[in-house]
């Protein structure tokens, strides 16, 4: 009689770690991975209109002792999310809006008119700040220390900074 009971709790651990585990994993399949940001629903995909383009630029600054990065994602169908990550958790979205999609063209193009596509920059502090433009084919990403770019950059590369970030503020007044 004494291996029934055993068995009976060797069975009731065993339903609980299988709870648990596909509890866990249906949190993790559920969110965006850390380096991504949040998909679209799909009401808004099927409203935004086919851009052939595709591609999106993102903006960010943190670290330091909290390890929070907050930043902006200007989508080239014209949506544009602020943001913000955690270490341990995951990505927030603090508000998202539309704009014209032919602005974040634009600052794509200006962007290209830099001459940063050609150039590497990949630094990293206590004090992070981040750009990358993504496209299905290719990711440019440069990262320098603290909030100004370097002064070795181009200066249409510090005014375009400036520009976008001064822009994604500005959605929100």
Known sequence: MNSIPISRVSIFFFVLVVIVFASHCKKKMGRAPAAETPALSTETAKVAPAVVDTFKI????????????????????????????????PDSILWAMTVEPAQIQTFKQQLHDT???????????????????????????????????????????????????????????
């Open 115 to 173: 001459g940063m596509l050609e150039k590497k920059l990949d630094e990293t502090a206590n004090l992070t700040t981040v750009v990358v433009l993504e496209s299905p084919s290719h990711q440019y990403r440069w990262s320098w220390s603290g909030v100004s770019p370097p002064e070795s950059l181009p200066l249409a590369f510090k005014a375009w900074c400036e520009q976008v970030e001064a822009f994604c503020k500005n959605l929100k007044k």
């Open 58 to 89: 993102s903006f960010s600054r943190g670290g330091g002792f909290t390890g929070l990065v907050s930043g902006y994602t200007l989508h080239s169908d014209g949506v544009v999310q602020h943001w913000q990550r955690m270490p341990a958790g």
